[in-house]
């Protein structure tokens, strides 16, 4: 495609179960970064993919979260035993190189009740 | 600890300049960027930064400086559409990003 793209693009879920966001990068790009945004926040940075290499997961905030990336390509984001404080806009975000410009994809706009 | 700090607001006049500074204190240093982002809108790229100096690119330009952890944005000739939070983000080790809270610029008529 031409952009990043991710779905769902709003997703609204109980206290307590899991969730998978969907990122499709743009075609070529090696790099694959999620982050999330809170309200009126700035980005926080959540875990980072180059190419097939092991992700680094410091960014992430707890073991309820997880992330793959199968073939190099699609990403998905997995938050388990969802709490309210995970409510957040989850961005995904890729460059053709890990030194080069970020393009960011719509975000996925998660809300636990 | 990574700590990248911006003003949390601004204010100014259409057709004037505004400069927005970013200070930082980061485990390495591979690079700085600064993105746009509009209310309820994904952040698009303005500008990266990884020599000392000023990088220029039509009304907007940034500056870095290394050795003191600092940069700027300026814009020029602003514009209403200019209205928006401006982020500032340095890629650290490993090539993870780290980003500011972001300045809310506000353009007034």
């Known amino acids: 495609g031409a952009g990043v793209s991710q779905s769902p693009s709003n997703k609204v879920t109980e206290k307590g179960k899991d969730v998978e966001l969907r990122c499709d990068p743009i075609?070529?790009?090696?790099?694959l970064y999620w982050y999330r945004q809170s309200l009126g926040q700035g980005l926080e940075f959540l875990i980072y993919f180059q190419g097939n290499s092991a992700p680094d997961k410091s960014g992430l905030p707890s073991d309820r979260f997880s992330a793959e990336r199968t073939g190099g390509s699609v990403s998905t984001l997995t938050i388990q035993r969802t709490q309210q404080e995970d409510s957040a806009v989850y961005l995904c975000?890729?460059?053709?190189?890990?030194?080069?410009?970020?393009?960011f994809g719509p975000g996925t706009r998660l809300t636990v009740l | 600890g990574q700590n990248i700090d911006q003003p949390t607001e601004m204010t100014a006049t259409e057709g004037a300049i505004v400069q927005i500074n970013c200070t930082y204190q980061?485990?390495?240093?591979?690079?700085l960027f600064w993105y746009q982002q509009h209310a309820g809108e994904a952040p698009t790229f303005l500008s990266y930064?990884?020599?000392?100096g000023l990088e220029e690119k039509g009304r907007f330009s940034s500056f870095l400086s290394r050795s003191k952890g600092y940069s700027y944005l300026l814009l020029k000739e602003l514009q209403m559409k200019d209205s928006a939070s401006y982020l500032c983000a340095v890629r650290v080790d490993n090539n993870d990003m780290r980003f500011g809270a972001g300045t809310r610029l506000t353009v007034k008529p």
């Open positions: 075609s070529g790009h090696t790099a």
């Open positions: 930064n990884v020599l000392d």
């Open positions: 980061t485990s390495g240093f591979n690079g």
């Open positions: 975000a890729s460059s053709l190189e890990a030194r080069l410009e970020q393009f």
